[in-house]
T-cell receptor, first 116, second 114 residues
Framework: GESVGLHLPTLSVQEGDNSIINCAYSNSASDYFIWYKQESGKGPQFIIDIRSNMDKRQGQRVTVLLNKTVKHLSLQIAATQPGDSAVYFCAESPSAGGTSYGKLTFGQGTILTVHP | NAGVTQTPKFRVLKTGQSMTLLCAQDMNHEYMYWYRQDPGMGLRLIHYSVGEGTTAKGEVPDGYNVSRLKKQNFLLGLESAAPSQTSVYFC?????????????FGQGTRLTVV
């Protein structure tokens, strides 16, 4: 079946560096993409989202890039801080009108560790 | 504003027992989801609902049933618990998954089946 997956399960960076977390998706009907952060013992928290009619979206210290040609999504975190250490998940949702409309599917996750 | 509330937070079941996990949201969201998360893995969708009175199967629906009798509540039932259902269960809700609105998650229910 179609799925959302991540290239790297772990990523270690030094405080102050920029981090890039990648995600590959295979569902060409995906229309909406979201990045979540999950800290230990907590539920996932929304970071940033992007729709398929956009290539880039910026938030506070975070940027999401979408390459529909190769079905690739990335999350860039600027000036990574120890508080950014968590598991990061990408998720995707298909467009309206499809049989799976409303279904929100998550990728495997990447563990980000930020060293002081 | 409580957001998404899951009860219970922890539970231990014996194989074959049944139980219901309750998810309540106070944000008037249309969409609600139940996921399970196993060690080292992402969240896998069990069932979801796009509105009151509607439910749909996710990726791993076997062994679970759900009901959405009220818009604010989404119940997940295990009719006959199995050790393979030991997991952390997360409920989430969103206004619309395709709009620029996020899904809000509960704190999770840690279920152990012995």
């Amino acid at each position: 079946g179609e799925s959302v997956g991540l290239h790297l399960p772990t990523l270690s960076v030094q405080e102050g560096d920029n981090s890039i977390i990648n995600c590959a998706y295979s569902n060409s009907a995906s229309d909406y993409f979201i990045w979540y952060k999950q800290e230990s013992g907590k539920g996932p928290q929304f970071i940033i989202d992007i729709r398929s009619n956009m290539d880039k979206r910026q938030g506070q210290r975070v940027t999401v890039l979408l390459n529909k040609t190769v079905k690739h999504l990335s999350l860039q975190i600027a000036a990574t801080q120890p508080g950014d250490s968590a598991v990061y998940f990408c998720a995707e949702s298909p467009s309206a009108g499809g049989t799976s409309y409303g279904k929100l599917t998550f990728g495997q996750g990447t563990i980000l560790t930020v060293h002081p | 504003n409580a957001g998404v509330t899951q009860t219970p937070k922890f539970r231990v079941l014996k194989t074959g027992q049944s139980m219901t996990l309750l998810c309540a949201q106070d944000m008037n969201h249309e969409y609600m989801y139940w996921y399970r998360q196993d060690p080292g893995m992402g969240l896998r969708l069990i069932h979801y609902s796009v509105g009151e009175g509607t439910t749909a199967k996710g990726e791993v629906p076997d062994g679970y049933n759900v009901s959405r009798l009220k818009k604010q509540n989404f119940l997940l039932g295990l009719e006959s618990a199995a050790p393979s259902q030991t997991s952390v269960y997360f409920c989430a809700s969103s206004y619309r998954p395709d709009g620029n609105t996020e899904a809000f998650f509960g704190q999770g229910t840690r279920l152990t089946v012995v």
